[in-house]
């Protein structure tokens, strides 16, 4: 398995929750305020497929075993816990005591239910619920007006319930980045996403 590069630890960084630390620092946005969409669950199963064979896969001791592609890597331990940024590439620099980004993919579980971590942003643009292999959770789409990257960031993160935590996962565009690939592997990476004992 290719690993992300990881300096040595400080402090574990919590650059994957912008559910949470936009919460509380978010102006609303222009335009209409984005509503929660109601959406019958069973209208929006996702069946997971299985991970296609030339892809790779990590197990996180936070409770998870996750598929991604061939030609991406993730992290070590280390800054960040094993399994946490996705990037494609061999090598990624996971910075020490930084909330810099430097990889599209971030993956991290909540001690929270879903219904706590998936509240709607202000800067939501749109908002799904549906279900994932059984369990429900919550996509949502994010055009930043202010927070932890520059204005007019698109971010789309879902949410995934792990039997009163909950997965977040999210696809940050960055600089230079692929922000349509990344979002299509963070789908795809949600749908097949496999709960373990953490």
Do not use: K
């Not at 990257?149 to 565009?173: F, H, K, S």
């Amino acid at each position: 398995m290719r690993h992300l590069r990881a300096t040595a630890a400080v402090a574990p960084l919590l650059a994957v929750a912008p559910l949470l630390a936009l919460a509380d620092c978010a102006s609303p946005a222009a335009g209409p305020t984005p509503r929660a969409v109601d959406v019958s669950l069973a209208a929006q199963a996702v069946v997971a497929t299985p991970p296609e064979d030339d892809a790779a896969s990590c197990t996180s001791a936070s409770g998870y075993r996750v598929p991604f592609p061939a030609d991406w890597a993730t992290n070590a331990d280390g800054v960040l816990p094993a399994c946490s940024w996705f990037a494609p590439g061999e090598e990624v620099v996971v910075p020490e005591a930084s909330d810099a980004r430097t990889a599209p993919v971030a993956l991290q579980v909540v001690d929270a239910p879903l219904a706590q971590v998936a509240v709607p942003m202000p800067d939501e643009v749109a908002r799904t619920e549906l279900e994932v292999g059984g369990r429900s959770a919550v996509r949502t789409e994010q055009v930043t007006t202010v927070g932890l990257y520059p204005e007019g960031t698109r971010i789309t993160t879902w949410a995934l319930d792990l039997d009163g935590r909950t997965l977040v996962a999210d696809a940050v565009e960055l600089p230079g980045g692929d922000h349509a690939r990344a979002v299509a592997v963070l789908d795809e990476m949600v749908r097949t996403v496999e709960p373990t004992a953490g």
